[in-house]
């Protein structure tokens, strides 16, 4: 575990923005409710969090978040998870985290390891 935030360094410096293009493309709201649901099924690691940070970073860049719009669209985020997720219960049994957590995990990781 000793290179793992160098790793995470590394591949924050050199790998670029590689975004999701088009229509693909994800809002803060569906990060903010996919970063939730990792958490909640405890998939959640160095780079799951550093995925997460620099792809909200990259909205940023972009201008598809901003001050004006970002508490809104976490709030919302946050009140899609509540709904559709958490008031189910189960948290780490949830069988929802083998499909929906692992993929959104797995998503993370991508946006840090693609070349």
């Known amino acids: 575990m000793g ?4 790793l995470i360094a590394a591949a924050c410096l050199l ?4 975004g999701r293009a088009g229509s693909d493309a994800p809002d803060y709201a569906s990060l903010v409710r996919d970063i939730l649901i990792v958490r909640q099924c405890g998939l ?5 969090e550093a995925g997460f940070r620099i792809e909200v970073e990259s909205l940023v860049a972009a201008g598809r978040v901003t001050p004006a719009n970002g508490a809104a669209a976490r709030d919302q985020g946050q009140e899609i998870y509540r709904l559709a997720f958490r008031d189910r219960g189960g948290g780490s049994v949830d ?3 083998r499909d929906e957590g692992a993929a ?4 993370f990781r991508a946006y840090i390891l693609a070349d």
Do not use: F, T, Y
């Open 15 to 18: 790998a670029p923005l590689p």
């Open 95 to 97: 069988p929802r985290c």
């Open 44 to 48: 959640s690691d160095e780079l799951v």
């Open 3 to 6: 290179r793992m935030p160098i």
């Open 104 to 107: 959104a995990a797995a998503g």
